[in-house]
Every structure is written in C-alpha cells, then in structure tokens.
T-cell receptor, first 114, second 110 residues
C-alpha cells in the first residue's frame, strides 16, 4: 500500500463512451502525475500538476482531459478513445516537483478500449 | 531528452543467486529511482538516490554520477523477488516527471 489509490482497477469501454479515472492521495503531496504504460514500452508521462496547476502536457491528445480539483485528487477524463489507447494508466504523487523527492505510485487502471 | 537504458531486458536465475541489474542514462540528472512492478501493475519505489550507495534489506543500489550509471543488486534472491525492475531518472526542476527505462523482467526460480 503506497498511499496512492486509483479507481477503477480495470475498465473496459467502447470508443464512443465517456469515462473517468480517479486518483487519490492523502500523503500531503503537492505534485501529481498521470503516466501511460503500453505493452513493451517505457512509462510515458502524460500530465503533471503542481499545487493543482497543470505544469506539463506531454503532447497528449485532447481525448484525454485531466482535472485536479484539489491537491489530493486527480482525474483523467476519457472520451472517444481509440483501441491503441488501451494501456495501464498510472497515477503518482510526490511531495514537490523540485529536488530529489520520492515518487509514490498507485496500482494503476488497466484500460481496454473496444 | 534523457535516454535511459537498462540491461538485461530479461533475467532468469535460481533462488539464492546474486542479481545485478544495470541502468545507464545520457544526460545529467538530479536523482535516480529504482522501482519494482509486480504482475498486477502496481509500482513500488525501492530507492531514490543521487550519489553513492543505499541498502534496504537484501537490496543494494549504487550510482556513479560521472559515468551516468546505476546498478541494482539483489543478494540471496528469492522467488518473491520476481518482478519487473524499472530505472527512472529525474532531471533538474522535476516538472518533466520521471523518464523511465523499459524495465528488466526478473524471474527467480525455486
């Protein structure tokens, strides 16, 4: 148990559906991240939030829409996804962006787009 | 952009063997992380280091900043150590998050 909780753990959705992934941490961390892990590829950074402000959008298609209502919660809203978006989506948090701060990861959401 | 290379990609060993996983990177960093990912997908942070050596139980991590290289060692390996071990680097500022290697898939056979 890392202190970072992601829901749901598994999600199957059609290409026309709209769904949301949720990440929650009560570690007092100020920075939160969304990563994507596709088969046989390294984790890829998608979005970074620091003190609820988005600081990085790593050229992610607009069908992925992040939301950070407070420093404890992070959402990833999904709409009109493609089958190639099927992957493991991981949330992480850290105390701050700067310096060598340890990152804590959630268990991930396994997303399948059909 | 930092290039993070891990070796080997796959490693199968017998219980009790000493394991070494290597990581090299191309651009100077502020910190390096070793992570463990189990089949369910969840990731656990093992080490974060910016110099020297750290030890947790049977795990040892070292880093050589000048050579841009880090190693993760497992002593007296056990089947429960079977997992994917991922090296990730953090560059100054931290706004780019972590850059990850592809991981090393370790299987320890009884």
């Amino acid at each position: 148990e890392t202190g970072v909780t992601q829901t749901p753990r598994h999600l199957v959705m059609g290409m026309t559906n709209k769904k949301s992934l949720k990440c929650e941490q009560h570690l007092g961390h100020n920075a939160m991240y969304w990563y994507k892990q596709s088969a046989k590829k390294p984790l890829e950074l998608m979005f970074v939030y620091n003190f609820k402000e988005q600081t990085e959008n790593n050229s992610v298609p607009s069908r992925f829409s992040p939301e950070c209502p407070n420093s404890s919660h992070l959402f990833l809203h999904l709409h009109t996804l493609q089958p190639e978006d099927s992957a493991l989506y991981l949330c992480a948090s850290s105390h701050s962006l700067w310096g060598d701060t340890e990152a804590f990861f959630g268990q991930g959401t396994r997303l399948t787009v059909v | 952009k930092n290039e993070v290379e891990q070796s080997p990609q796959n490693l199968t060993a017998q219980e009790g063997e000493f394991i070494t996983i290597n990581c090299s990177y191309s651009v100077g960093i502020s910190a390096l992380h070793w992570l463990q990912q189990h089949p369910g997908g969840g990731i656990v942070s093992l080490f974060m280091l910016s110099s020297g050596k750290k030890k947790h139980g049977r795990l040892i991590a070292t880093i050589n900043i000048q050579e841009k290289h880090s190693s993760l060692h497992i002593t007296a390996s056990h089947p429960r150590d079977s997992a994917v071990y991922i090296c990730a680097v953090e560059e100054g500022g931290g706004a780019d998050g972590l850059t990850f290697g592809k991981g090393t898939h370790l299987i320890i056979q009884p």
